[in-house]
T-cell receptor
Framework: QVHLQESGPGLVRPSETLSLTCTVSGGSLSSYYWSWIRQPAGKGLEWIGRIYSSGSTNYKSSLKSRVTMSVDTSKRQFSLRLTSVTAADTAVYYC?????FGSGSYRFDPWGQGILVTVSS | SYVLTQPPSVSVAPGQTARISCGGTNIGSKSVHWYQQKPGQAPVLVVYDDSDRPSGIPERFSGSNSGNTATLTISRVEAGDEADYYCQVWDTRPDHYFVFGTGTKVTVL
């Protein structure tokens, strides 16, 4: 059974770069898309972007200028970098596997437990 | 951008049926997926492709989708079903990708 675990700093200074890593266990990264999704406290879910095991990426248009994702299949990890952060980027960040690629049924399962990242000086 | 609208809250007595709507323009032409999120936990997929259930999800969870509204139905509601529920679709327009609904808090009375 695939398990995902986010890791990284819980506190980031304004204007600096948020960096998170998701480690996948119980399965391979190959032939899947992997996504980052965030959720501000008390609010809804926001998809940030995704990366394929080959390294191909897609980002939410409003975040594209600040987001970079990468993948290391040998380590079973994929990563998120978000530059020039502000308080509005404070949220719980989740990583997840995308299912249904090629079928039109794009959904997320499973999800990591999430990591709270606070942007504050 | 494509918008999915859900009622902020739904209240239901134990043993009764909860219905959560997800409204979107011509959503009936899309595959709709539903997630359950309990406090302090990550979302869990409970229904996909409008009405299919992942392994391990009780049959009490079902879904439908037609026209401009998709619906998640929880039959014989239990206290453990109290959670936030989100619908989600894939937006086929370029650079849009994934869209989540606004979320519905289900309260078991």
């Amino acid at each position: 059974q695939v398990h995902l675990q986010e890791s990284g700093p819980g506190l980031v200074r304004p204007s600096e770069t948020l960096s998170l890593t998701c480690t996948v266990s119980g399965g391979s990264l190959s032939s899947y898309y992997w996504s980052w999704i965030r959720q501000p406290a008390g609010k809804g879910l926001e998809w940030i972007g995704r990366i394929y095991s080959s390294g191909s990426t897609n980002y939410k248009s409003s975040l594209k200028s600040r987001v970079t994702m990468s993948v290391d299949t040998s380590k079973r990890q994929f990563s998120l970098r978000l530059t020039s952060v502000t308080a509005a980027d404070t949220a719980v960040y989740y990583c997840s596997r995308e299912l249904g690629f090629g079928s039109g049924s794009y959904r997320f399962d499973p999800w990591g437990q999430g990591i709270l990242v606070t942007v504050s000086s | 951008s494509y918008v999915l609208t859900q009622p902020p809250s739904v209240s239901v007595a134990p043993g009764q049926t909860a219905r959560i709507s997800c409204g979107g323009t011509n959503i009936g032409s899309k595959s709709v997926h539903w997630y359950q999120q309990k406090p302090g936990q990550a979302p869990v997929l409970v229904v996909y492709d409008d009405s299919d259930r992942p392994s391990g999800i009780p049959e009490r969870f079902s879904g439908s989708n037609s026209g401009n509204t998709a619906t998640l139905t929880i039959s014989r509601v239990e206290a453990g079903d109290e959670a936030d529920y989100y619908c989600q679709v894939w937006d086929t327009r370029p650079d849009h990708y994934f869209v989540f609904g606004t979320g519905t808090k289900v309260t078991v009375l």
